[in-house]
């Protein structure tokens, strides 16, 4: 089987590259491990910037995030009783809409099978040829049969654990990392959410966040061990630990309701430099990982697809290689700058074993520093809302 770019990885970011590439009449398969099934089953984020949003307007699948995502002109940081909002509208006039990733996944499935792409989930064994001649090509089990599929190029967007970024020779990438001492303990529930805009929550027991997903369903978190499990944490439990460690004013409003999804998730800063190798571009949680904190994890693999589609319309149009060339390039100069904004909310908001009294009054100054200071308010909500490609 032939194409002209391979896609390994079938969730939103290789979804969303293969519908924009469509529209430009350029042929793609992907390749996913996993069923349909799985992919729309995962929890994820639900925070778009606004260039998420316009890169799916591109895609012409941007309508029902549009009509039924929910804008969102700041957010609150508290730390105790204190809270200092975040005026997106005031500081950039910019907003960002909550809509769940799944809904994401989805509107790209429904787009997929309306244009006939090729998206062929179950494989196994992927293994990447020939990545730095003009002939790369992907092999690959399907129903116990092998596959060899070939292309002019392969865009690696099958995440952190995924097969794209081992396939580059070890001597040619260079690895970043931070992990850190905490994970995030995370419920779904059919509740109305505590408040109409997130609350970022600073206190002496530990992190916590009030989200959502819509007007019924809300998403909480709190700061937990790393080596902690969901079964030493009941639903009573829970909302308990939550109502201590958000202001007193929203945790006397919170609606409490079984939790639908409880799940840990670790947390770490991740970079692999370069994201080309060759024919092979790496995209999304393939090279980089941010820490849920800013709500960036989507939206940075967004900018990425955002440069590689940029890239390869360019090159297919008229043979134009300076996209291609720059696009690692590219990609990581505002990786890193999320990455920046994403570690330093998490050193805000988190407490960390071997912080220090001083390290605590810190904080508190940071913060403070920020309730008093538009300047700051403003670069935050600059980061927040999206940095431009």
């Known amino acids: ?30 390749l996913e491990r996993q069923s349909r099934a799985h992919v729309l089953s995962r929890i994820r984020a639900g925070v778009l910037e606004r260039g998420m949003l316009d890169l ?6 941007a309508d029902r995030a549009r009509a039924e995502g929910i804008p969102h002109d700041g957010t609150v940081l508290s730390y105790g009783a204190q809270e200092v909002r975040i005026d ?15 809904e994401v996944t989805k509107d790209l499935y429904d787009s997929a099978d ?31 049969a092998s596959h060899q599929l070939t292309c002019d190029f392969i ?23 931070k992990v850190y001492p905490f994970g995030w303990l995370g419920v779904l529930s059919r509740t109305r959410p505590v408040h109409d805009e997130l609350i970022y929550a600073n206190s002496e027991r530990g992190f916590a966040l009030c989200s959502m997903r819509n007007t019924s369903l809300s998403r909480y978190y709190i700061q937990c061990r790393q080596d902690d499990h969901v079964d030493n944490w009941s639903d009573a439990a ?11 004013q929203h945790a006397e409003a919170l609606v409490t309701g079984p939790s639908i999804e409880k799940s840990i998730a670790p947390l ?37 697809v955002h440069y590689l589609n940029q890239a390869l319309r360019s090159w297919y149009a008229d043979g134009a290689e300076a996209g291609l060339e720059r696009y690692s390039e590219q990609a990581l100069a505002r990786v890193w700058k999320v990455e920046r904004f994403s570690w330093w909310m998490t050193s805000l908001l988190h407490r960390f074993p071997d912080q ?34």
């Open 1 to 30: 089987m032939k194409t002209q770019v391979a896609i390994i990885g079938g969730g939103p970011a290789g979804l969303l590259l293969s519908q924009l590439l469509c529209k430009a009449g350029i042929d793609t398969v992907v």
């Open 56 to 61: 799916l307007a591109q895609a012409g699948i």
């Open 88 to 102: 997106f509208k005031a500081h950039v006039d910019t907003p960002v809409t909550v809509y769940g990733q799944t």
């Open 114 to 144: 309306a244009n006939g792409t090729q998206v062929i989930h179950g494989v196994s064994d992927v293994v990447l040829h020939d990545l730095d001649s003009n002939t790369p090509s992907v092999t690959y089990q399907l129903d116990g």
């Open 155 to 177: 865009a690696g967007c099958d995440g952190f654990h995924g097969v794209s970024r081992q396939a580059i020779p070890a001597d040619k990438r260079r690895i970043f990392e």
């Open 238 to 248: 829970f909302w308990d630990e939550l109502r201590r460690r958000i202001p007193p």
């Open 268 to 304: 770490r800063s991740f970079v692999c430099e370069p994201m080309r190798y060759g024919r092979l571009f790496l995209c999304g949680d393939a090279a980089h990982i941010v820490p849920p904190t800013g709500a960036k994890g989507l939206n940075t693999a967004a900018s990425d």
């Open 356 to 389: 220090s009294e001083f390290d605590l009054r810190m904080q508190q100054a940071e913060l403070a520093a920020l309730a008093a200071t538009p300047e700051a308010q403003a670069v935050l909500a600059r980061n927040y809302v999206g940095l431009p490609y």
